[in-house]
């Protein structure tokens, strides 16, 4: 195992058991590098405010970050942001928007929201058809 995935893998342990201080330590330097799952554990650390003060900004630029690289929790993760209104400005759209690219990956969530956004006509034109296809892909791959 390289130094970097040993670094991850502690990083990712000590997230998961709780150790926020421990984890954005592990995890800084390679988000810094690039990595699109420490960014994403940063960004959420951030937003919550777990390991260090709750920062919007650090949480947005984080999770952008990883969503840019294509990672499929990230792009969720914009997307709840967008249609929570949280560390960013409410937008339906951009919302939409990432949850797709989070969709095109198979993840459950995202397709839900998608069917969920289609089912109430938010962001698109309300349609109970488009919305039973988006649950059913999410029935299928969770």
Do not use: C, L, P, T
């Given at each position: 195992?390289?130094?970097n995935s040993m670094e991850l893998s502690?990083?990712?342990?000590?997230f998961e058991g709780k150790n926020f201080v421990k984890a954005l330590q592990l995890l800084s330097t390679l988000a810094d590098t690039g990595n699109a799952d420490a960014?994403?554990?940063m960004a959420i650390m951030y937003q919550n405010g777990l390991g260090t003060a709750k920062n919007?900004?650090?949480a947005v630029l984080w999770m952008k970050k990883a969503a840019d690289q294509g990672f499929a929790l990230a792009q969720h993760g914009m997307g709840f942001m967008y249609f929570h209104g949280e560390c960013v400005d409410k937008d339906e759209q951009q919302a939409l928007h990432?949850?797709?690219l989070a969709s095109d990956q198979n993840l459950p969530g995202s397709l839900m929201m998608v069917g969920m956004m289609y089912e109430q006509g938010i962001a698109v034109e309300q349609d109970a058809e488009q919305?039973?296809?988006?649950?059913e892909k999410?029935?299928?791959v969770s």
């Open positions: 195992m390289s130094d502690s990083g990712i342990a000590a960014q994403y554990r919007e900004e650090m990432w949850f797709q919305a039973k296809v988006w649950y999410a029935d299928q």
